[in-house]
């Protein structure tokens, strides 16, 4: 079955990814020729494209469980490998629509070095090279915790609400854009 869909997959231009469950996506065809294949079509240019957990899976940590719409509980967040198409990113979905900022602080708290990227419904993101440029009727949110001054991560209990100081937060809207590597955002007139 995996050889026959890698089969197919092998002259694909692009690859689409639907919502669900994005822990099911990356355990099923995680180190199997289909997951070859798509870093084959993504390193030759392809697309390779996602939504709502489709999306999530494109990074090397993605986000699999944790409490929408109230305070971060340091216990509450569980993350897993992704495909590790983006690195040094989680991305969360649904992001305002399901109130998703505390979870992706307690991401972003558990490793700094990542930015976390939350993006709404009906909004999407467009990668090239170290830049993305923002597309839709929502907004992305990218929460840098590179200048975390205290956080709470490490050493309180699990039902302790998370603590976490001098995280810098951008709201980016369509057009706009954000340089992963310089960690900037771009307006609209100059993302690419």
Partial sequence: MEAKAADILDDAAGIFFTGGDQLRISSQIGDTPIEKMVRRIHLRGGVVA????????????????????????????????????????????????????????????????????GIDEDTAIILEGESFRVHGSGAVYIVDGAGITHSNIAEASPERTLSIHDVRLHGLSAGDGYDLKQRTPLVAEETF
């Fill in 50 to 117: 996602g939504t709502s957990a489709g999306a999530s899976v494109m990074s090397e940590t993605m986000l699999v469980r944790g409490a929408s719409q109230e305070s971060h509980r340091i216990g509450d967040l569980h993350m897993a490998p992704g495909l590790g198409l983006i690195r040094d990113v989680i991305i969360d979905q649904h992001f305002a629509e399901r109130g998703r900022i505390g979870r992706l602080l307690g991401a972003v708290a558990q490793n700094p070095r990542v930015l976390g990227i």
